[in-house]
Nanobody, 124 residues
Framework: QVHLVESGGGLVQPGGSLRLSCAAS????????MGWYRQGPRKQRALVGR???????NYADSAKGRFTISRDNTRNTVYLKMNNLKPEDTAVYYC??????????????????WGQGTQVTVSS
């Protein structure tokens, strides 16, 4: 079993900052791509940004220059630092991690796992 636990969401005023974190636990052998997605009211879930195991990152245009993804592979944790937040950033934020997990037979199996989501509300 693998569990992803997100934290750090909340209510913030426009121009403020938040830092989200997402920690994975379980029989994890290795971590591949880690990313963040968000789903605003009446919108589809969309990519915010992601970090590959090779160290590269890419962001949606709406996040460039304001959001930063970082990761701690020793803790199976990915972070999203959000600065200069705007009302249009209001959404439920989900992390996704590509994890190689040890199966009952001992074989490592790659799968994508999602966090439970954390609400970010930007409002004055």
């Amino acid at each position: 079993q693998v569990h992803l636990v997100e934290s750090g969401g909340g209510l913030v005023q426009p121009g403020g900052s938040l830092r989200l974190s997402c920690a994975a636990s379980g029989n994890i052998l290795s971590v591949n791509t880690m990313g963040w997605y968000r789903q605003g009211p009446r919108k589809q879930r969309a990519l915010v940004g992601r970090s590959t195991s090779g160290g590269s990152t890419n962001y949606a245009d709406s996040a460039k220059g304001r959001f930063t993804i970082s990761r701690d592979n020793t803790r199976n944790t990915v972070y999203l630092k959000m600065n200069n937040l705007k009302p249009e950033d209001t959404a439920v934020y989900y992390c996704r991690q590509g994890l190689v997990v040890r199966s009952d037979s001992g074989v490592g199996i790659l799968g994508n796992y999602w966090g439970q989501g954390t609400q970010v509300t930007v409002s004055s």
